[in-house]
């Protein structure tokens, strides 16, 4: 596609229910990063693929945080009984390759616990 | 934690004025970003200066760094109500692909 996609775009959670986060990168797009925002603050970095290797995950608040990329495309945060600290907007973003410069974001997924 | 800080955390003008928002940050880089955030939408990369350069501009947009201070400069020229927005400057930690982003500039202007 076009752009950066993520699905659902408003998600609430009652607190210790699982949640699962899509991404769609654009098409060929090799690397791909997770960030978490909270309200009035800048994203924070959770973790980082390049195609279906995780090469970084030391963003990842919690063993409740878990991220995959299977095939090197799409990708799918998942968190596990989730808590009201999670709630925040989980942002995407993808880059051609290392040298590219700047991300492609997606909108975000808003997340609520409630 | 976040590498950047920008400076000042809210600016309101008036349109046509110019805007300069600041950006400090601790380690080395390969290169600096800046981004634009429009409430309740994803962030759009505005700019990239890599560490070699001094100066670069787009458009309104004239971005400086001083390697020697760790510090950044955004100035928007002839400032639009448009670009009512929180601009964030990102950093990538000298040979990480990731960005640390700073927690942001709010940019209010004022038709």
């Known amino acids: 596609g076009a752009g950066v996609s993520q699905s659902p775009r408003y998600k609430v959670a009652k607190r210790g229910q699982d949640v699962a986060l899509r991404c769609d990168p654009i098409s060929g797009h090799v690397s791909l990063f997770w960030y978490q925002q909270a309200l009035g603050q800048g994203p924070e970095f959770l973790t980082y693929f390049q195609n279906e290797a995780q090469l970084d995950k030391s963003g990842l608040p919690s063993d409740r945080f878990f991220a995959e990329r299977p095939e090197g495309s799409v990708s799918t945060l998942k968190i596990q009984r989730t808590q009201q600290e999670d709630s925040a907007v989980y942002l995407c973003?993808?880059?051609?390759?290392?040298?590219?410069?700047?991300?492609?974001f997606g909108s975000g997924t808003r997340l609520t616990v409630v | 934690s976040q590498q950047g800080e920008e400076d000042p955390q809210a600016l309101s003008i008036q349109e046509g004025e110019n805007a300069t928002m600041n950006c400090s940050y601790k380690?080395?880089?390969?290169?600096l970003q800046w981004y634009r955030q429009n409430s309740g939408r994803g962030l759009v990369h505005l700019i990239l200066?890599?560490?070699?350069?001094r100066e670069k501009h787009s458009g309104r947009l004239r971005v400086t760094l001083d390697t020697s201070k760790k510090s950044s400069s955004l100035l928007i020229t002839a400032s639009r109500a448009a670009d009512t927005a929180s601009y964030f400057c990102a950093t990538d930690m000298g040979g990480s692909e990731k960005l640390v982003f700073g927690k942001g500039t709010k940019l209010t202007v004022n038709p």
């Open positions: 973003a993808s880059s051609p390759n290392r040298d590219a410069g700047g991300y492609t």
């Open positions: 380690t080395s880089i390969n290169n």
């Open positions: 200066i890599r560490s070699n350069e």
